[in-house]
């Protein structure tokens, strides 16, 4: 495409965005539709089981329900912040167990108001082709599509993040210093917000100030059980923190923290990822107001990833607002750019095909009701349902740093009374793909293969999703 074209596709999108026909909500809300027809679809995935989807569910949506429920407004718990539970709780008020779906639905608003307040961001920062760019490599990012439909805090915190930098950018400091806030009580990794806002109030320094404590007024505001549980409250968000640093299972033959987070941004954003790194270098060298509370908050964030050992893909969230608004700053790259958002878009259609599938967990769930007594002890590995009638001993996830389950062994089992053990391959693959690293659990594992009957096997495939199940009965 010649400079000449793509110079006349820039000024006929900012036409058609102010056109009196459409206004500038008329693409934003294509876009949205389009975004929540993506998430929508595969939203009751692994139901009703709160940890087939993703396992950090369990953590937030029974908790939301116990604050409606009698229990009182203080969650107990910190390992994240508590205003995702707040924001779901009222939701929860008339079900009569913790309802997933309730949770995944409030989640996909949260998306979409991710999405609307990228829009916003790219808008302010460089213009309407921007907020188009930015509001579309949001909506199609793989990674922000897969959590939006999850009840956990990764998405929430995009909100907050974009929120937070678009007021930033339209030097509006305190309301940027609540939004901060706000932003870190959905996860802790909000903290990062205050370089940027430093940048926006440099030299400002009452506002500056002001903004600031605002942010920590809301920050308590949003988790004031925080100030309750004080000694808790530290030991547990700074327990999470070093799992993060320490690493996780899976993760043990990854490439170096920079390497890996690069490709996990690739993976959300494809070929598209090149232009936000290109509007990242013009933001450094131009050094614009703008372009630096955008730049130094990718920096920042993204040095802090580098000390991680645990390379969760939904980590690098927070980057795509920024990120995908950098990009749009290049009006003349503007179709370039959404050409290659159809990349992303492709594969996040893909990933969306899988959850209208069953899962092969749940297939398992059933099988096991049905073939065996109710009562009967049995050992599960982390990632499996429920057993309603049975008795389970949950075995620990296995990680770096972290001690040996004595329970896996399987003369342990037979003397604790365990008659069966139900394993799956999200839990079995990564150990044996690092069994230099789990020598003991891959014995585990190999024992029961050679001393143990397989008495039921699942695997993917047809309409099933999911990782291999494995119901093996233990040698008296």
Not at 56 to 67: F, G, H, N, T
């Amino acid at each position: 495409m010649t400079a000449r074209r793509r110079s006349s596709f820039t000024r006929a999108v900012d036409r058609w965005a102010e056109s009196q026909w459409g206004g500038r909500g008329t693409a934003l809300l294509g876009i949205l539709a389009g975004a929540a027809a993506l998430r929508f679809v595969g939203v009751q995935y692994g139901l009703p089981f709160g940890n087939l989807l993703n396992p950090d569910e369990q953590s937030i949506v029974p908790r939301a329900w116990k604050l409606v429920h009698g229990g009182g407004g203080d969650p107990h718990w910190f390992d994240y912040p508590s205003l995702l539970m707040y924001v779901n709780a009222p939701f929860q008020w008339w079900q009569d167990e913790p309802s997933y779906l309730t949770a995944r639905i409030v989640g996909v608003v949260l998306g979409l108001a991710a999405i609307a307040a990228t829009w916003w961001l790219g808008r302010r920062a460089f213009g309407t082709s921007a907020g188009v760019v930015a509001a579309t490599a949001t909506a199609v990012c793989t990674i922000h599509v897969a959590y939006s439909r999850a009840a956990v805090t990764d998405v929430p915190l995009t909100l907050g993040v974009a929120l937070a930098l678009a007021l930033m950018v339209k030097g509006r400091l305190e309301l940027a210093g609540l939004a901060v806030g706000l932003a870190m009580g959905f996860k802790y990794p909000g903290i990062f917000l205050l370089v940027p806002l430093v940048v926006a109030g440099w030299k400002q320094w009452p506002r500056l100030a002001a903004s600031i404590a605002l942010a920590v007024m809301a920050f308590f505001a949003s988790s004031p059980f925080i100030l309750v549980h004080r000694h808790q409250a530290w030991h547990e968000a700074f327990r999470v923190q070093r799992l993060a640093r320490e690493g996780w299972l899976g993760f043990e033959h990854d490439h170096i923290a920079l390497i890996a987070f690069v490709d996990r941004l690739w993976q959300g954003l494809g070929p598209a990822l090149i232009v936000c790194v290109i509007g990242l270098v013009v933001a450094l060298v131009r050094r614009t107001k703008v372009d630096l509370i955008l730049a130094l908050f990718v920096l920042a964030y993204f040095i802090d990833l580098m000390t991680l050992q645990a390379h969760f893909d939904r980590y690098v969230l927070p980057l795509v607002p920024p990120l995908g608004a950098l990009a749009g700053r290049m009006r003349s790259l503007a179709p370039v750019t959404l050409l290659l958002l159809i990349v992303p878009l492709t594969w996040s259609v893909r990933d969306t095909k899988e959850l209208t599938r069953t899962d092969t967990r749940v297939i398992a769930q059933r099988w096991v009701e049905r073939h065996i007594s109710p009562g009967t002890q049995i050992a599960a590995d982390p990632s499996t349902p429920s057993f309603e009638g049975l008795r389970v001993l949950a075995l620990r996830l296995p990680g770096p740093k972290r001690a040996f389950d004595e329970n896996r062994s399987i003369v342990r089992l037979r003397r604790l009374g365990v008659e069966d053990v139900v394993v799956t391959g999200a839990v079995t693959d990564r150990v044996l793909d690092a069994r230099s690293d789990y020598p003991r659990e891959a014995r585990f594992y190999d024992q029961l293969g050679a001393r143990a009957k397989r008495i039921y096997y699942l695997q993917p495939g047809d309409d099933r999703a999911g990782p291999w199940v494995a119901v093996y009965r233990l040698p008296a």
